[in-house]
């Protein structure tokens, strides 16, 4: 029998390569022209419960919040090795902030019912937050460990990992359930098999028929395969619309600005030895360089 | 007992006080003037008495302690149930946070359990009003942080919940003068932690000595793409062994292996503030500007004339690192 793991993803728009293009003129962000990526520590979590999965027995259920289009992220965890795909999905949950979110996933996570580790991201890239996770523990009263670098031991009742710090690090133990925050520096993701890309490059999300749950089977061997991503509504998971999207959301944002860099009179000098001198010079005589 | 008043959650580690708490409590200072309360401190921890007197100094006019054993060492759980039962007894109207990896562990736990606004890595805090749908909050918190990779910054409220909570990274804000004859309160609070509370077990403990400390160098030689060579960045190195300088760059440099994450500069690195900042071959991303274009002097070294960072720049060289840097090196040796 091995563990019971939530892997919980997100889809992010790709911050690292935004262009002047994808500024609108407003100073809003075009998000539809950036291209959509899973967030990239999401993944380095799911490789670690991979290796779990490996190395003790487990069955990996790979859930994220989003848009409709957000399945593409569960087909990546798919083609790694995740036995199992939900999708939350709903307008009901659009301009969630983080304490939204988190009470969205919450309620999925008891819908799914037992686990023994959640594990995630320490933080996606579109808004660094960091959040989502220690709030997921604290609404399930569930213990966390975040920014982990190495998992280092696992037994079926407890966890040992090392965890980063900003003075070194420190190896801490907890018992299960737990809930684990990766960061990048613990692995290099592992790239899809080309074996489960061709078992689900077609797989479709879509709303479980209510009478028939047989097909979910959680000692699901490499043999078994899902026929579809699991779509889940806000109705489905119960969740109170009180808490959900912008009535759920105590932050607002009250303004956005794209950044502009400030001018500034700048001198320019040549490469010359003679502009150097100078400049060097300048600065010793200001005091600036001893 | 007072409430309504500013709170820092203060970081110590190994019995001492972090250098971003007391930024924390300096910018606190700034804030509680325009709103007229005072500046309170929680401060968790074991055998710190002595320790708790610079709060006083740098403007805390109550430092709540509890003090345990087993709170010596950052954990989740009895951190965020002791902060929480501060919060609730205070009632404070902002709480503020160091973006370190515990206060980023802590803060959402009890940004959750009180259904509160957090914002994460606010970059500056002020007070202001809010105007929402024909409704005015005065007074609020404006929490301002960049997001998107840099490319926007935003202004987040929370004004319909209390308190408002935010964080912000160790060198953001700056610190401003002690006083060591102010008054220290020490308000000493019962640990109500049970047994369960304590999920974790702390194995071991290791402190690595930073190596590299951008955050008070006078001067640094920083790198960007424009260095993809050891042999540049010997001359870089060069450079800043030369004027005591310390060695930045930014991300894709770390990225590349090039440097280690200690030296990186920008929205995912440290922010600096030196008299002197030398970018060699870095284009200006908003990335990297955003932790260093506050440097009091820069100066660009670049072969694109239109770098962005040339903007930004009190100097432009238009030219090749690996020309100009041996030309400044020789400039400064001969006017010793």
Redesign the interface.
Same mark, same amino acid.
């Given at each position: 029998m091995g563990l019971k793991i939530i892997n919980l993803v997100k889809q992010v728009p790709d911050t690292k390569n935004i262009s002047g293009e994808a500024m609108k003129s407003d100073g809003t962000i075009n998000r539809a022209i950036l291209p959509a990526i899973t967030n990239p520590e999401d993944l380095n979590a799911l490789e670690e419960a991979l290796k779990i999965k490996e190395n003790f027995g487990a069955f990996i259920t790979s859930i994220t919040l989003g848009p409709p289009s957000a399945v593409k992220v569960l087909k990546e965890c798919l083609f790694r090795g995740a036995d199992d795909a939900i999708l939350i999905t709903d307008s009901k949950f659009a301009a969630s902030d983080t304490l939204a979110t988190s009470y969205a996933l919450k309620r999925a996570i008891d819908k799914v019912g037992g686990f023994d580790i959640i594990i995630c991201g320490r933080q996606a890239i579109d808004g660094d937050t960091a959040q989502v996770g220690p709030q997921i523990a604290e609404k399930l009263g569930i213990n966390q460990l975040t920014y982990v670098t190495e998992i280092l031991q696992i037994t079926a009742n407890d966890i040992t990992v090392r965890r980063a710090t900003d003075n070194g690090s420190e190896i801490l133990r907890s018992k299960l359930p737990v809930l684990l925050t990766v960061i990048t520096e613990a692995n290099e993701p592992r790239s899809p098999s080309a074996k489960r890309v061709m078992r689900y490059k077609n797989i479709i999300s879509k709303n479980e028929e209510p009478y028939n749950e047989s097909y979910i089977h959680p000692e699901c061997s490499d043999n078994t395969c899902i026929n579809f991503i699991k779509q889940w509504s806000a109705v489905d998971i119960k969740a109170d619309l009180a808490c959900c999207g912008l009535n759920g959301s105590p932050t607002k944002v009250k303004n956005i600005q794209s950044v502009v860099l400030t001018a500034r009179d700048t001198k320019m000098l040549t490469n010359s030895k003679e502009d150097i001198n100078a400049l060097i010079h300048e600065l010793i005589g200001e005091h600036i360089i001893g | 007992m007072k409430t309504n008043n500013i709170l820092v959650v203060v970081e110590q580690?190994?019995h001492k006080i972090?250098t971003v708490s007391l930024e924390l409590v300096c910018k606190a200072c700034e804030l509680a003037q325009q709103l007229k309360v005072s500046v309170d401190a929680v401060v968790l921890g074991h055998k710190m008495h002595d320790e708790l007197k610079i709060l006083a100094a740098y403007g805390c006019a109550n430092i709540y302690y509890i003090d345990h054993p087993k709170l010596a060492h950052f954990?989740?759980?009895p951190y965020?149930k002791s902060i929480i039962n501060v919060i609730t007894k205070y009632k404070p109207q902002i709480v503020l946070f160091g973006a370190?990896?515990?206060g980023?562990?802590?803060?959402?736990?009890v940004?959750?359990?009180l259904?509160?606004?957090?914002?994460?890595?606010c970059t500056d805090l002020q007070i202001g009003d809010?105007e929402?749908k024909g409704k005015t909050w005065n007074n609020t918190l *404006?929490?301002i942080r960049?997001?998107?990779? &840099?490319?926007?910054?935003? #202004?987040?409220?929370?004004?319909?919940?209390s308190p408002s909570m935010a964080t912000v990274r160790?060198g953001v804000m700056k610190m401003t003068e002690p006083n060591y004859a102010n008054k220290v309160n020490i308000i000493e609070e019962k640990c109500t932690l049970l047994d369960n509370d304590f999920?974790?077990?702390?194995?071991?403990?290791?402190?690595?000595q930073?190596t590299v400390d951008l955050k008070n160098a006078k001067?640094i030689v920083a790198a960007g793409m424009g260095v993809t060579t050891h042999a540049t960045l010997n001359l870089i190195k060069e450079l800043a062994k030369i004027?005591?300088a310390e060695v930045g760059c930014t991300r894709p440099v770390v990225d590349a292996g090039l440097l280690t994450w200690e030296h990186q500069i920008g929205q995912?690195g440290v922010t600096v503030r030196p008299? *002197?900042f030398i970018a060699c071959g870095i284009s &200006?991303q908003?990335q990297h #500007?955003?932790g260093m274009?506050e440097s009091?002097?820069i100066?660009a070294v670049n072969t694109d004339p239109s770098a962005?960072i040339?903007?930004?720049?009190?100097?432009?060289?238009?030219?090749?690192i690996n020309?100009?840097i041996p030309?400044?090196i020789?400039?400064?040796k001969?006017?010793l």
């Amino acid at each position: 029998m091995g563990l019971k793991i939530i892997n919980l993803v997100k889809q992010v728009p790709d911050t690292k390569n935004i262009s002047g293009e994808a500024m609108k003129s407003d100073g809003t962000i075009n998000r539809a022209i950036l291209p959509a990526i899973t967030n990239p520590e999401d993944l380095n979590a799911l490789e670690e419960a991979l290796k779990i999965k490996e190395n003790f027995g487990a069955f990996i259920t790979s859930i994220t919040l989003g848009p409709p289009s957000a399945v593409k992220v569960l087909k990546e965890c798919l083609f790694r090795g995740a036995d199992d795909a939900i999708l939350i999905t709903d307008s009901k949950f659009a301009a969630s902030d983080t304490l939204a979110t988190s009470y969205a996933l919450k309620r999925a996570i008891d819908k799914v019912g037992g686990f023994d580790i959640i594990i995630c991201g320490r933080q996606a890239i579109d808004g660094d937050t960091a959040q989502v996770g220690p709030q997921i523990a604290e609404k399930l009263g569930i213990n966390q460990l975040t920014y982990v670098t190495e998992i280092l031991q696992i037994t079926a009742n407890d966890i040992t990992v090392r965890r980063a710090t900003d003075n070194g690090s420190e190896i801490l133990r907890s018992k299960l359930p737990v809930l684990l925050t990766v960061i990048t520096e613990a692995n290099e993701p592992r790239s899809p098999s080309a074996k489960r890309v061709m078992r689900y490059k077609n797989i479709i999300s879509k709303n479980e028929e209510p009478y028939n749950e047989s097909y979910i089977h959680p000692e699901c061997s490499d043999n078994t395969c899902i026929n579809f991503i699991k779509q889940w509504s806000a109705v489905d998971i119960k969740a109170d619309l009180a808490c959900c999207g912008l009535n759920g959301s105590p932050t607002k944002v009250k303004n956005i600005q794209s950044v502009v860099l400030t001018a500034r009179d700048t001198k320019m000098l040549t490469n010359s030895k003679e502009d150097i001198n100078a400049l060097i010079h300048e600065l010793i005589g200001e005091h600036i360089i001893g | 007992m007072k409430t309504n008043n500013i709170l820092v959650v203060v970081e110590q580690n190994n019995h001492k006080i972090g250098t971003v708490s007391l930024e924390l409590v300096c910018k606190a200072c700034e804030l509680a003037q325009q709103l007229k309360v005072s500046v309170d401190a929680v401060v968790l921890g074991h055998k710190m008495h002595d320790e708790l007197k610079i709060l006083a100094a740098y403007g805390c006019a109550n430092i709540y302690y509890i003090d345990h054993p087993k709170l010596a060492h950052f954990t989740s759980i009895p951190y965020a149930k002791s902060i929480i039962n501060v919060i609730t007894k205070y009632k404070p109207q902002i709480v503020l946070f160091g973006a370190t990896a515990n206060g980023r562990d802590v803060s959402p736990q009890v940004a959750s359990a009180l259904k509160c606004g957090l914002t994460a890595d606010c970059t500056d805090l002020q007070i202001g009003d809010y105007e929402f749908k024909g409704k005015t909050w005065n007074n609020t918190l *404006l929490q301002i942080r960049p997001a998107f990779g &840099g490319n926007i910054v935003a #202004t987040i409220v929370s004004p319909e919940s209390s308190p408002s909570m935010a964080t912000v990274r160790e060198g953001v804000m700056k610190m401003t003068e002690p006083n060591y004859a102010n008054k220290v309160n020490i308000i000493e609070e019962k640990c109500t932690l049970l047994d369960n509370d304590f999920l974790t077990e702390i194995i071991e403990i290791t402190y690595e000595q930073r190596t590299v400390d951008l955050k008070n160098a006078k001067i640094i030689v920083a790198a960007g793409m424009g260095v993809t060579t050891h042999a540049t960045l010997n001359l870089i190195k060069e450079l800043a062994k030369i004027l005591g300088a310390e060695v930045g760059c930014t991300r894709p440099v770390v990225d590349a292996g090039l440097l280690t994450w200690e030296h990186q500069i920008g929205q995912t690195g440290v922010t600096v503030r030196p008299n *002197l900042f030398i970018a060699c071959g870095i284009s &200006g991303q908003l990335q990297h #500007t955003s932790g260093m274009e506050e440097s009091r002097r820069i100066i660009a070294v670049n072969t694109d004339p239109s770098a962005p960072i040339f903007k930004l720049a009190h100097y432009g060289i238009v030219g090749d690192i690996n020309d100009v840097i041996p030309k400044m090196i020789q400039a400064y040796k001969t006017k010793l």
